[in-house]
Structures are given as structure tokens and as C-alpha cells.
């Protein structure tokens, strides 16, 4: 990670994957939320980096560091319903798909409104399945 900023109010935290500048995965994790309950999650992947599973890896990264060190509830993250790779990734990860924000998002110098998907995972979807120390009977 190149920058992590310390928890407080209005955080915003940024990783670069992959320290060239070219591709940042994800992006940020960003709160203004006093206890850190929820954190609102961006992301974006260079073209060279499509399908090589290194969103996956990162996204694994981020939820263990904002879920195990922050100490967030909740990670939110929004993509257009037309990202169908976006959407997908997030469906990969574990991510419900909790509803879609009508005309919620403006790509920049256009003037077209798209609608998002809302997208969540909160800290009990990621923890390991509780194991049992009884040993089998034969």
C-alpha cells in the first residue's frame, strides 16, 4: 500500500496495487461514519489487469483490512447496472447486490444519468465457517 491514512472521522484510505499509476484496485475505502460502521468502497481496474484475478486478491486484501484493523460493519460499493464486469466481480467476491440507485451517477463530461447497483458486504459474510473440534466416530 502506498498511503493509509489513520481511522477518524471523514477518512479516506487509498491503495495502489500495483505502484505504477496505471491501475488502482481498489481505490478507496471512504467513511463518515464516526464509528467506522460503514464504508463506502470505489474501485477501477486497468484494461491490462481484466480477468487476471487481481481485483479478486485486492478485494480480499481490503475487506481483511477494513473488516479485521478499521474494524468496519459494512462495506458498500456502487457500480453501474452496464458494467457487467464490475457487477460481476462484486457478485464474486460475496458482495449482495442490495437494490439499484435510479439515475445516481454521472460519468464525467456526459450528460447522461445512469442508474447503479448498491452492493454490500458486511463483516459476519466474511467470517470462517465456525469448525467443530469434536472428532468423527466410526
Not at 458482495?95 to 435510479?102: D, I, K, M, Y
Amino acid at each position: 500500500t502506498d498511503s493509509v491514512g489513520a481511522p477518524r472521522e471523514g477518512v479516506l484510505v487509498e491503495w495502489e496495487a500495483f505502484g505504477d499509476g496505471s491501475s488502482i484496485t481498489p481505490d478507496s475505502s471512504r467513511t463518515d461514519d464516526l464509528g467506522f460502521a460503514t464504508a463506502e468502497w470505489r474501485f477501477a481496474l486497468g484494461c491490462p489487469y481484466w480477468g487476471t484475478g487481481a481485483f479478486i486478491d485486492s478485494a480480499r486484501l481490503v475487506m481483511d483490512f477494513s473488516f479485521g484493523i478499521v474494524g468496519v460493519h459494512r462495506l458498500e460499493a456502487r457500480t453501474p447496472v452496464k458494467n457487467g464486469r464490475g457487477n460481476g466481480a462484486l457478485r464474486k467476491i460475496g458482495a449482495a447486490q442490495e437494490g439499484v440507485l435510479r439515475r445516481s451517477f454521472q460519468r464525467v463530461g456526459d450528460d447522461e444519468y445512469l442508474d447503479q447497483v448498491l452492493w454490500a458486504v458486511v463483516d459476519s459474510d466474511c467470517q470462517p465457517p465456525a469448525t467443530s473440534l469434536a472428532l468423527p466416530i466410526h
